[in-house]
Every structure is written in C-alpha cells, then in structure tokens.
Nanobody, 126 residues
C-alpha cells in the first residue's frame, strides 16, 4: 500500500528556510515519479517540483526555481529544501507520486498524481 507522510512544516519568517520531508512506504522510489505540490489559502493546488525515473532530472516551476531544492537521501525519504521564503509561499505542501515514468512532470503538474500525502502547513510571516 502506497503511503506518503509529510513533515517539517511550521512558521518561518520571510527570508528564512525550512526543510520538508516526505516518508514513502509501500513502493520503490526508483520506479515512481514523485513530486511536491502546494495549495495556498483560496487558491488552486499547484505543482512545484518533480523528478521522474525517465531521466532523473528534477524540474521546478517558475515561482520556486532557484529557491527550492528537491532531493532524496535513500529509497524511502524525499526532501524539499526551501530557502528565501516569501509570504506567498504560505501553503499546505504535499508530496505525491505516480508509478512509472509514463508522463512528463508537466503532465503531473497539470493533472495531479495518483497517491498523495495529507500535507504539512508552511506559514511564512513576520
């Protein structure tokens, strides 16, 4: 059974940093596409980063490119390092996954993924 559990959210001042973790179980990360998404209050969910086993390249959307870094340290944990945080980064952050490298990250950013964690809240405020 695929499970994703996010942690690491909290309150941080503008310009600060935070690292989110996503603990994965029930599947092997090497064979799944995995991504981070977020949903700000009153806004639609948006994709922010994704890595596909198709090419191993990590993709970032424009709002976070250059500030956020997605990584993993083993077969079970994925991270999102967030630097230079802005108030507009305030959102619930989700990790998500879909089996295989069948679609591009752009596809998943648009249509979502198959499995989702419950999310962790990040609040950027002074």
């Amino acid at each position: 059974q695929v499970q994703l559990v996010e942690s690491g959210g909290g309150l941080v001042q503008p310009g600060g940093s935070l690292r989110l973790s996503c603990a994965a179980s029930g599947f092997t990360l090497d064979y799944y596409t995995i991504g981070w998404f977020r949903q700000a209050p009153g806004k639609e969910r948006e994709g922010i980063s994704c890595v596909s086993p198709r090419d191993g390249i990590t993709y970032y959307t424009v709002p976070v490119n250059g500030r956020f870094t997605m990584s993993r340290d083993d077969a079970k944990t994925v991270y999102l390092q967030m630097n230079s945080l802005k108030p507009e980064d305030t959102a619930v952050y989700y990790c998500a996954t879909s089996p295989g490298p069948y679609y591009s990250c752009d596809y998943y950013f648009t249509f979502g993924m198959d499995y989702w964690g419950k999310g962790t809240l990040v609040t950027v405020s002074s």
